[in-house]
């Protein structure tokens, strides 16, 4: 789930295996060595090591099973890859210089500051066009020193290589040298959809992409938020982004008046103004704090459960919130940092916030008392 773990176990190498050793931009495979789950693979040289949690017995046979679903899901993404790497260079000249296989999608980076919407359309096109002519993909072994290595795109051997060249082919499209796992025919990929591009490293652009049964998982995922939005906002799809628009800004006008009434209510008297809300956050805590005139007015915001963690921002003369922030910061048991008179940060737990309110009223009182 996203979250390193330090596992103990048994590095196992097979005399053939069905398991892919993660590289060349890929996850590797998992599966099972008999009823011994295999939990990563990979490759030392020209062997591929298994690690799994418990001990076999040297010599002895076993049957190897790979989970097929993951196997499928990075054979979709890796010739996805392929396939647009190449018409993206055909179409506009863009070479790719690296990618990644991600869990949710895939990234290709492009030698390129930046990919126009039309050209990012044009190539959309372009690859599912290749998916419905069924074009296949072959697989070639050839030797290191065949004038054949010559003409396929590359991006450099690894230096510990041993054994031969892998080159796979799309019928007329790319020719690549490649060690990962791949469909056979594009048809395969089912289909393909560009989500957009992202201001990449140096002047390069990253290109974000689905392909296969990712496709299909994002639109039924898009297709039960549109459900609940259409039950939430009481509007069809077509009208959601005006619907949202206009609750943000009605929002935004109620928090403006309530304020001025709670203003008028409260502080007239007082240089400290309280607010706990359960919905919020920093921008919200801001725009209030933006309406106070801070330079007399000690302000200190909250947002979320009475009891659970939340967000807070303390706000008000310079001079204060640098010696009152860090202790705010103690009694709520949060991080934050603060500069500019504002201080602000992530709180473990509101429960003593009534605490801070009184700190806070304490030390406004006992410095209205010395300046009297």
């Known amino acids: 789930n996203g979250k390193k773990e330090t596992v103990k176990g048994f590095n196992v190498k097979l005399q053939d295996t069905i398991l892919f050793p993660e590289g060349g931009g890929q996850p590797d495979d998992h599966g099972l060595i008999g009823d011994i789950p295999v939990l990563r693979v990979t490759r030392l040289g020209p062997e591929a090591v298994h690690f799994v949690c418990s001990s076999l017995q040297e010599g002895q046979q076993v049957h190897v099973k790979v989970d097929w679903e993951r196997r499928f899901d990075h ?19 863009y070479k790719t210089t690296s990618w990644e296989l991600g869990r949710q999608r895939s990234t290709i980076e492009l030698d390129t500051p930046c990919v126009k919407p039309n050209q990012l359309q044009a190539l959309e096109e372009a690859v599912n066009e290749k998916i419905r002519s069924q074009t296949p993909v072959t697989v070639q072994l050839l030797s290191i020193d065949d004038p ?16 031969p060249i892998r080159i796979i082919d799309i019928e007329g499209v790319d020719a690549n040298m490649c060690c990962g796992t791949h469909v056979s025919n594009l048809s395969h990929l089912q ?6 591009t992202e201001k990449g ?6 290109l974000l992409f689905l392909a296969g049964n990712r496709v299909l998982k994002y639109t039924e995922k898009s297709f039960n938020t549109e459900r609940s939005l259409v039950s939430l906002l009481k509007t069809g799809p077509d009208d959601h982004v005006e619907a949202v628009d206009k609750l943000q800004k009605s929002v935004k006008l109620y928090h403006h008046r309530h304020l ?47 009891k659970g963690p939340g967000l807070f921002l303390l706000a008000g003369p310079s001079g204060p919130v640098a010696e009152l922030g860090p202790r705010v910061l103690e009694m709520l048991q949060g991080k934050g940092a603060g500069k500019n ?13 009534e605490e801070v309110e009184a700190f806070l009223q304490q030390h406004c009182t006992h410095h209205t008392s010395e300046e009297e």
Request: proline share 1%.
């Open 75 to 93: 054979m979709q993404q890796h010739s996805g890859q392929h396939l647009i790497t190449a018409l993206a260079d055909t179409m506009f000249g």
């Open 148 to 163: 054949a290595v010559e003409k396929v795109r590359s991006r450099g051997l690894p230096e510990d290589h041993a054994g």
């Open 191 to 196: 289909v393909i959809k560009l989500l957009g």
């Open 201 to 206: 490293k140096k002047n390069k652009t990253n």
């Open 260 to 306: 001025k009434i709670f203003l008028t209510k409260e502080t007239i008297s007082c240089i400290v103004f309280f607010l706990h809300r359960k919905e919020g956050d920093n921008e919200f805590m801001n725009i209030i704090a933006n309406e106070i005139n801070t330079e007399e007015t000690l302000v200190f915001l909250t947002v979320g459960e009475e």
């Open 341 to 353: 008179g504002r201080f602000q940060g992530k709180a473990n737990s509101l429960s003593r916030r």
